[in-house]
Every structure is written in C-alpha cells, then in structure tokens.
C-alpha cells in the first residue's frame, strides 16, 4: 500500500511550517497563489489524506455520528437508515452503524465503544432484551460523558433525551378498526417480538378497537411467539382451534409467514382470513394477494432523527438543554389482502 505524507513532511520539502502547509491545503488566501499551488499539487502526488483522529482532537468534533440498530434484516430499519444516511450526508458527517442482534450486552459494548471519542452523537433504536431488563445506565453515561443521544422507533421513556417515534396505539387501533369495518369480528395480532414497548402500545390499540366496537377479546389469538418456539405450528395450532378471520402482523415476518401458512391450510385470502401488516415493504405490492400494510414513513423517521441530533450536536455547549418526543403519523395502504369496507 502506498504510504500517506503527512503535514510535517510537507513542510519539510517547503521549509515553511505546518500551519503554512495546513492553511494551503484549506485554500486560505493568507497564502500566496503560487505557494498554495505547488504545495497542493506536491500533496496530491504524494497521497497526503487529512487524519480524521488529529482533525478531531483540534476541532473537539469528528463529524461522525453513531447509529445502533437491532436489526438490518427487517426492511423498517433499512429504510429508517437510509434515510439517517441522506441527512448524514447532506450535513458533512459520516456514519458508523453497529446491530444489536437484540442483545443487552451487544449494544452496551457498542455504546462503550462509541464513547470512547469516535463518534459526536448517537442515534439508537433499543433492543428487545435492553427493553425487557430496563437497563439503561450505559445510555446515561454515554450522554453524560460523550455527547447526545437520539432514541427512534423502540426508546425508553426512563432516558431523558430526544426521541421520535410511530404513533404505533393510533396506527393499530386504525387498522383493528379497518378489518371492522370489512365484517372481520375475529382478529388476530401475531408477533415474535414480545418484551418491546412499540407491541405492547400495538396490542392496547387493537384492544381499544374491540372495546369500542363492542367485540369480545380472544386471548387465544394474541399469539405473542417466543424466539425458543416455532412460528409455524404455532400458527398452524392457531388456526386449527380457533375461530380467525382476520390477522395484524406487528411486524412484517408474522404477516407474510402467517398468510403464507394460512394458504397452505387452504384459506382464501381475503375471503376466509384478511391480512394487515405493519411496516410497508416495497415487496407487498408483489405478493399474491397484495399486502394492506401500514406505513410507518420510516425513511422520513430517521431523517427527523438524524437532523434533531445532529442539531444538538452543533448548538452552542451552554445552551439550556431542551427534549422533545416528535410522533411520526402512519398511513394504511390498501391493497388485496383485506376485504372492502362494508362500515363507511
């Protein structure tokens, strides 16, 4: 590999110091025209790169952000960083991004990691086992010592910070309210995620839609899976005791595994059972039938994120610090898998 030149051996070729070197290479007009010439063109050949560590132990800023996830398999979190990367870039910062994998110990390393002067904020989506222990302290220290925190989509109103949010009651209770509204008076929700704050919020919503409307609760089909059990006889067990003519998948696995299933058992969809999944997957539109799904505007979620961190980032230190929780409105998209509305 080519060896970088450094500043001081720069000014070395020159005879002139390093801050006559550093100002040329920044284009000052403290420098003369022929000067900064030949010593940016003797830069270029030589391969000189700014050091990014050096640049950020001058300025105090790295002009890089940390983002922790717990998953980039689930297409809400891809779109939710794409839209954290636009912003990111758009304002000059890099992006360090790290998965949890849902794990406790995962994120408090990665936070520990990110702490230790890499990063200028943090961006983070909380794991389902750090929502189950409420454990909170390496967030804490993190803002104490390292900088802001923004928490987007899974947060804990236990750390006092930024967050942004899915109105997810609302969402679930509008769509609960849909499948009503179609003649649908046995619903279901499924989800293998259960100790998340977003599915519980989820599962009232869908509660209150059949408190409203006056139906009974089924405990029986609130099918919560746990990781150890497997989805599909789950599912299958659901079916085959239980009265189901509707499903809400909390999260985009349950829904397309669940109606995949039911049409293997031989329901018609959306006949015999309708499907409504959470987070709005460009692949939905493919699947036969097409999937009613309610979209969560993730993109737009993690550019509200990255712009309020980035914000806080760049305020004056002593500025009085301020908290707000922004609430991201859904939307439910239409399509073949659930019936026509029968309740205007």
Known sequence: MKQRITLKQIALAFNVSIATVSKALKDSHEISISTKQKIQEYALQHNYRPNRIALSLLNKKTKTIGVIMPSILNPFFVKTFSGIEQIANEKGYNVITIVSHGKLDKEIASVNMLENGLIDGLLISLSEETESKQHFKHLEEFIENAGPIVMFDRISDSVITDKVIVDDFNCAYKATEHLIKTGCKHIS??????NVGIIKLRINGYLKALEDYKLPVNKKIITLIKPEYDFETEIKTMLD??????????????????MVIAQDRGYTIPDDISIISFTSSDFFKYT???ITCINQHSVFMGKTATEILISKIEQPQDADPVFETRTIKTTLIERNSTKPLVIK
């Open 189 to 194: 929700v499924v989800s293998t995620l259960k």
């Open 241 to 258: 005791y239980q009265n189901v003519d509707a499903i809400i998948g909390l999260e985009e696995f349950s829904a397309v595994e669940a």
């Open 288 to 290: 036969k039938p097409s």
